[in-house]
């Protein structure tokens, strides 16, 4: 009783009717196959590569699930949106992978299906990220930290033909803007980015300094 008295400190759930539910869960499944089938689909030879450089990588997926878990009506149902998300996703994209390009790439299944477990538990933890207060603002600075991360060590990014390198500059450009929609979206105090900036940069130094998301993701979906 304490733990959730502390947590209403943070933020209150919203209430919801069943019917409002099931239809989160829903769009957020939709949601899911559309990108898994279009991630799949920009995946091919003579497409931009700029498209797939962006579905290859960590942000745009960290971008969409942090708006899916805060725009929830409770920690509980941004948990199972976000569990349904990457089910659906995943799914979509690995089956379009194995039947119709006859491909099984079994470590990058194994290690995304493990993602897609973990997932609703720090979807239900990225709940408060709007809310009030330090824990709050901690909270948010976790995914842009990421995209920050992700997004600086884009200048040694590897893009699929060599003459393309001049994409980077948008890529980077691209991360800039989920970060800021990030910053500036979620917050419901416009000022609390003053908070959560500076936090996202010193954990993104610390984060780039160690090669902390090469260590984990390295050699999967394109990661650097």
């Not at 943070?10 to 499944?29: F, L």
């Not at 708006?67 to 149902?77: A, D």
């Not at 569990?83 to 994209?93: A, E, N």
């Not at 009030?132 to 990421?146: K, M, Q, R, V, W």
Request: with cysteine; net charge positive.
């Amino acid at each position: 009783m304490e733990i959730h008295n502390k947590l209403n400190q943070i933020r209150i759930r919203n209430n919801s009717t069943t019917e409002q539910k099931k239809i989160s869960i829903v769009s957020a499944i939709v949601i899911g196959v559309i990108l898994g089938l279009a991630a799949k689909l920009l995946d091919v030879q003579g497409i931009n590569p700029i498209f797939d450089a962006i579905g290859g990588r960590l942000g745009i997926w960290i971008f969409v699930a942090t708006l899916l878990s805060v725009f929830s009506y409770s920690p509980k149902l941004a948990a199972l949106k976000i569990f349904f998300f990457f089910v659906s996703l995943l799914t979509v994209y690995y089956v379009y992978t194995v039947f119709f390009l006859h491909f099984f790439p079994k470590r990058e299944i194994i290690f995304w299906g493990i993602c897609a477990l973990i997932s609703p538990v720090c979807a239900y933890v990225m709940w408060y990220a709007r809310g009030y207060g330090i824990i709050s603002s901690l909270i948010l600075s976790f995914p842009i930290t990421a995209l920050l991360s992700e997004g600086f060590q884009l200048r040694h990014a590897y893009l699929p033909e060599h003459t393309h390198y001049y994409l980077i500059p948008i890529l980077m450009g691209i991360y800039l803007i989920m970060v800021i929609v990030l910053l500036f979206i979620i917050p419901k105090s416009p000022l609390r980015f003053l908070i959560v900036l500076p936090i996202s940069i010193v954990l993104s130094f610390i984060m780039i300094y160690f090669n902390v998301l090469g260590h984990i993701f390295g050699g999967l979906n394109g990661f650097l």
